[in-house]
């Protein structure tokens, strides 16, 4: 299948700093991804959906002044956490789809990020 | 709206039996479902998918799901588990005339324990 990288895989900062994830698409062109959050013993819960050379589309609930999204290319979309807050603490998932009605959608290893 | 349900939190086997991990989905329209495995700390692996066709899917590692329109069900089975099984599996639907959501919406997860 598909592969999905995700930079970096572990992240600890400190509160009130900004933290970069990165999502890249090593073998094919993702027209869309998608930032997941996932907290632990819990399912995947999507934050939003980043589509290449326009705006992202939040889901209900989700800041989109704290969490910056941009997808600049066919093969990265970034998730920037702004300002990071303890409770911003999750794993943090991005996935990639080629497009098409049938996509599979292939995830990326996940991020971790730990705000102390 | 679309939604998936997994009613096990965990399913016990022991190694070399069958195993079967239950999902059930509701969706406006037709689905697309899917099965997703996460080891801990890591992103999520791709199954298998049903898109249409035979109601029987083969996916990777020895693991089919059968889908059961009547039953809105999606279980996935394997005729002899092993302990490397043992692992979270998340089913997933896409409503298929949703043209505008391309996201996947997650049950809860199953968390499979293989006993050698």
């Not at chain 1, 970096?8 to 998608?34: H, N, W, Y």
């Not at chain 1, 209900?60 to 603490?89: M, R, Y």
């Not at chain 2, 700390?41 to 590692?61: A, C, P």
Request: glycine residues 8%.
């Amino acid at each position: 299948g598909a592969v999905v990288s995700q930079h970096p895989s572990r992240v600890i900062c400190k509160s009130g700093t900004s933290v970069k994830i990165e999502c890249r698409s090593l073998d094919f062109q993702a027209t869309t991804m998608f930032w997941y959050r996932q907290f632990p013993k819990q399912s995947l819960m999507l934050m939003a959906t980043s589509n290449e050379g326009s705006k992202a589309t939040y889901e209900q609930g989700v800041e989109k002044d704290k969490f910056l999204i941009n997808h600049a290319s066919l093969t990265l979309s970034t998730l920037t956490v702004t300002s990071a807050h303890p409770e911003d603490s999750s794993f943090y998932i991005c996935s990639a789809g080629a497009g098409g009605a049938q996509e599979t959608q292939y995830f990326g290893p996940g991020t971790r990020l730990l705000v102390l | 709206a679309q939604s998936v349900a997994q009613p096990e939190d965990q399913v016990n086997v022991a190694e070399g039996n069958p195993l079967t991990v239950k999902c059930t989905y509701s969706v406006s329209g037709n689905p697309y479902l899917f099965w997703y495995v996460q080891y801990p700390n890591r992103g999520l692996q791709f199954l298998l998918k049903y898109i249409t066709g035979d109601n029987l899917v083969k996916g990777s590692y020895g693991f089919e799901a059968e889908f059961n329109k009547s039953q809105t069900s999606f279980h996935l089975k394997k005729p002899s588990a092993l302990v490397s099984d043992s692992a979270l599996y998340f089913c997933a639907v896409r409503d298929m005339g949703s043209t505008g959501r391309r996201a996947l919406t997650f049950g809860s997860g199953t968390r499979l324990q293989v006993q050698p």
